[in-house]
Protein backbone atom coordinates (compact mmCIF):
# COMPACT_ATOMS: atom_id res chain seq x y z
CA UNK A 1 0.00 0.00 0.00
CA UNK A 2 1.15 3.48 -0.74
CA UNK A 3 -0.22 6.59 0.56
CA UNK A 4 -0.02 9.67 -0.38
CA UNK A 5 -1.39 12.69 1.66
CA UNK A 6 -1.69 16.75 1.64
CA UNK A 7 -2.97 19.55 3.26
CA UNK A 8 -3.69 23.48 3.29
CA UNK A 9 -5.14 25.89 4.78
CA UNK A 10 -7.93 28.16 2.82
CA UNK A 11 -9.22 31.66 4.47
CA UNK A 12 -12.75 30.15 3.14
CA UNK A 13 -15.65 28.96 5.55
CA UNK A 14 -16.03 25.40 5.92
CA UNK A 15 -19.97 24.85 4.24
CA UNK A 16 -17.77 26.63 1.32
CA UNK A 17 -14.61 23.73 0.71
CA UNK A 18 -16.96 21.16 2.02
CA UNK A 19 -19.91 22.19 -0.76
CA UNK A 20 -16.68 22.34 -3.42
CA UNK A 21 -15.06 18.91 -3.03
CA UNK A 22 -18.65 17.45 -2.48
CA UNK A 23 -18.62 17.58 -6.05
CA UNK A 24 -16.24 15.40 -7.61
CA UNK A 25 -15.73 16.69 -10.80
CA UNK A 26 -14.42 19.88 -9.20
CA UNK A 27 -11.63 17.98 -8.01
CA UNK A 28 -10.97 16.38 -11.23
CA UNK A 29 -10.81 20.42 -12.48
CA UNK A 30 -7.92 21.27 -10.53
CA UNK A 31 -5.56 18.31 -11.56
CA UNK A 32 -5.81 19.76 -15.33
CA UNK A 33 -1.90 20.77 -15.38
CA UNK A 34 -0.03 18.88 -12.71
CA UNK A 35 1.03 15.93 -15.33
CA UNK A 36 -1.65 13.87 -13.31
CA UNK A 37 -4.88 14.46 -15.88
CA UNK A 38 -8.24 13.36 -14.18
CA UNK A 39 -11.63 13.75 -15.94
CA UNK A 40 -14.53 12.72 -13.35
CA UNK A 41 -17.64 11.34 -14.64
CA UNK A 42 -20.32 11.02 -12.29
CA UNK A 43 -22.44 8.04 -13.10
CA UNK A 44 -25.05 7.82 -9.83
CA UNK A 45 -26.09 10.53 -7.69
CA UNK A 46 -27.28 9.73 -4.45
CA UNK A 47 -28.21 12.17 -1.53
CA UNK A 48 -26.62 15.36 -3.62
CA UNK A 49 -23.42 13.32 -4.07
CA UNK A 50 -23.70 11.55 -0.44
CA UNK A 51 -23.31 7.73 0.44
CA UNK A 52 -23.51 5.55 -3.01
CA UNK A 53 -22.74 8.14 -5.23
CA UNK A 54 -21.10 6.38 -7.93
CA UNK A 55 -18.48 8.11 -10.70
CA UNK A 56 -15.65 7.02 -13.02
CA UNK A 57 -12.56 8.42 -12.94
CA UNK A 58 -9.94 8.67 -16.22
CA UNK A 59 -6.91 9.30 -15.23
CA UNK A 60 -3.46 10.08 -17.32
CA UNK A 61 -0.41 9.61 -15.36
CA UNK A 62 2.74 11.13 -17.16
CA UNK A 63 1.00 9.30 -20.11
CA UNK A 64 -0.29 6.23 -18.86
CA UNK A 65 -4.43 5.88 -18.78
CA UNK A 66 -6.12 4.35 -16.48
CA UNK A 67 -9.75 4.64 -15.84
CA UNK A 68 -11.35 3.40 -12.48
CA UNK A 69 -14.92 3.13 -11.38
CA UNK A 70 -15.48 4.66 -7.41
CA UNK A 71 -18.49 4.95 -5.10
CA UNK A 72 -18.61 7.37 -1.99
CA UNK A 73 -18.32 5.47 1.30
CA UNK A 74 -18.34 8.58 3.56
CA UNK A 75 -20.36 12.04 3.23
CA UNK A 76 -20.02 13.51 6.84
CA UNK A 77 -21.17 17.20 6.30
CA UNK A 78 -18.23 19.28 6.89
CA UNK A 79 -15.98 16.73 8.27
CA UNK A 80 -15.54 14.39 5.45
CA UNK A 81 -15.62 12.33 2.02
CA UNK A 82 -14.15 9.09 1.21
CA UNK A 83 -14.59 6.74 -1.68
CA UNK A 84 -13.39 3.94 -2.88
CA UNK A 85 -12.48 1.62 -6.21
CA UNK A 86 -15.09 -0.73 -7.13
CA UNK A 87 -13.88 -1.85 -10.68
CA UNK A 88 -10.36 -0.65 -11.71
CA UNK A 89 -7.23 -1.74 -12.41
CA UNK A 90 -5.50 -0.61 -9.03
CA UNK A 91 -5.40 -3.68 -6.74
CA UNK A 92 -6.73 -1.12 -4.05
CA UNK A 93 -7.55 2.77 -4.27
CA UNK A 94 -8.97 4.82 -1.82
CA UNK A 95 -9.37 8.99 -0.98
CA UNK A 96 -10.23 11.01 1.48
CA UNK A 97 -10.74 14.20 2.13
CA UNK A 98 -11.17 15.74 5.35
CA UNK A 99 -12.33 19.42 6.12
CA UNK A 100 -11.36 21.25 10.16
CA UNK A 101 -12.87 24.63 10.78
CA UNK A 102 -9.59 27.09 12.19
CA UNK A 103 -12.20 30.07 12.55
CA UNK A 104 -15.15 31.53 10.76
CA UNK A 105 -13.24 32.14 7.35
CA UNK A 106 -10.47 29.94 7.55
CA UNK A 107 -10.59 25.50 7.23
CA UNK A 108 -7.46 23.23 6.88
CA UNK A 109 -8.35 20.29 3.84
CA UNK A 110 -6.45 16.98 3.98
CA UNK A 111 -6.33 14.96 0.91
CA UNK A 112 -5.49 11.12 1.39
CA UNK A 113 -5.35 8.52 -1.07
CA UNK A 114 -4.39 4.79 -0.37
CA UNK A 115 -3.64 3.03 -3.13
CA UNK A 116 -2.33 -0.14 -4.13
CA UNK A 117 -0.51 -0.51 -7.89
CA UNK A 118 -1.36 -3.03 -10.45
CA UNK A 119 0.42 -4.71 -12.95
CA UNK A 120 2.76 -6.78 -9.80
CA UNK A 121 5.86 -6.20 -9.30
CA UNK A 122 6.19 -3.69 -12.23
CA UNK A 123 3.54 -1.79 -10.68
CA UNK A 124 5.60 -1.36 -7.63
CA UNK A 125 8.74 -0.51 -9.42
CA UNK A 126 6.66 1.85 -11.54
CA UNK A 127 5.10 3.65 -8.76
CA UNK A 128 8.18 4.03 -6.61
CA UNK A 129 9.96 5.46 -9.96
CA UNK A 130 7.30 7.76 -10.89
CA UNK A 131 3.62 7.64 -10.14
CA UNK A 132 4.20 8.19 -6.56
CA UNK A 133 6.10 11.13 -6.80
CA UNK A 134 3.44 12.77 -9.62
CA UNK A 135 0.31 11.49 -7.59
CA UNK A 136 2.08 13.66 -4.28
CA UNK A 137 2.84 16.67 -6.34
CA UNK A 138 -0.26 16.73 -8.74
CA UNK A 139 -1.98 16.87 -5.28
CA UNK A 140 -0.18 19.54 -3.69
CA UNK A 141 -0.76 21.61 -6.99
CA UNK A 142 -4.32 20.83 -7.04
CA UNK A 143 -4.88 22.08 -3.37
CA UNK A 144 -3.34 25.37 -4.69
CA UNK A 145 -5.30 25.89 -7.11
CA UNK A 146 -8.35 25.33 -5.18
CA UNK A 147 -7.12 28.11 -2.75
CA UNK A 148 -6.83 29.86 -4.98
CA UNK A 149 -9.97 29.75 -6.47
CA UNK A 150 -12.26 29.68 -3.34
CA UNK A 151 -10.27 32.57 -1.72
CA UNK A 152 -10.30 34.70 -5.16
CA UNK A 153 -14.61 34.96 -6.17
CA UNK A 154 -15.53 31.45 -3.81
CA UNK A 155 -16.98 30.26 -7.12
CA UNK A 156 -16.78 27.22 -9.00
CA UNK A 157 -15.39 26.63 -12.19
CA UNK A 158 -17.59 24.27 -14.12
CA UNK A 159 -20.00 27.23 -14.61
CA UNK A 160 -22.02 27.23 -10.77
CA UNK A 161 -21.43 28.83 -7.90
CA UNK A 162 -21.56 27.39 -4.52
CA UNK A 163 -25.00 29.03 -3.34
CA UNK A 164 -26.77 28.49 -7.05
CA UNK A 165 -25.63 24.66 -6.81
CA UNK A 166 -27.24 24.98 -3.20
CA UNK A 167 -30.63 26.36 -4.79
CA UNK A 168 -30.15 23.68 -7.73
CA UNK A 169 -30.39 20.67 -5.31
CA UNK A 170 -33.38 22.27 -3.84
CA UNK A 171 -35.10 22.25 -7.27
CA UNK A 172 -33.83 19.19 -7.73
CA UNK A 173 -35.42 17.05 -4.39
CA UNK A 174 -38.48 19.13 -5.94
CA UNK A 175 -38.53 17.93 -8.89
CA UNK A 176 -38.20 14.04 -7.75
CA UNK A 177 -34.14 13.83 -7.59
CA UNK A 178 -34.46 14.07 -11.57
CA UNK A 179 -30.55 14.57 -12.91
CA UNK A 180 -29.06 18.06 -12.27
CA UNK A 181 -28.65 18.46 -16.16
CA UNK A 182 -32.70 17.81 -16.14
CA UNK A 183 -33.72 20.57 -13.11
CA UNK A 184 -31.00 23.08 -15.23
CA UNK A 185 -32.67 22.98 -18.42
CA UNK A 186 -36.02 23.18 -16.72
CA UNK A 187 -34.90 26.48 -15.55
CA UNK A 188 -32.82 27.89 -18.47
CA UNK A 189 -36.35 26.93 -20.56
CA UNK A 190 -38.50 28.86 -18.01
CA UNK A 191 -36.13 32.00 -18.16
CA UNK A 192 -36.33 31.83 -21.81
CA UNK A 193 -40.44 31.84 -21.77
CA UNK A 194 -40.35 34.79 -19.15
CA UNK A 195 -37.36 36.97 -21.35
CA UNK A 196 -39.65 36.05 -24.08
CA UNK A 197 -42.64 37.48 -22.77
CA UNK A 198 -41.05 40.59 -21.42
CA UNK A 199 -39.39 41.68 -25.30
CA UNK A 200 -42.73 41.27 -26.48
Known sequence: MTVVSSSIDIKT????AFTYFAR????SDQFSETGVGMTVI?????AGMGVGTTFRIIGDFNGKRLEWDCETTEFEKEERISAKMIKGPF???EITTEFKSLG???????MTVNYKMPFGPLGGILNKVKFAKSAQRGMENALYKVRGL???NAAIPVYITVDAYKKLLVEKEKMN?????TVLTAILEKYSQIETKVQK
Do not use: A, C, Q, Y
Request: glycine share 4%; proline share 13%.
Open 13 to 16: PIST
Open 24 to 27: PEHV
Open 42 to 46: PMDIK
Open 91 to 93: KRW
Open 104 to 110: DNLTKIT
Open 150 to 152: LEG
Open 177 to 181: NVPVS
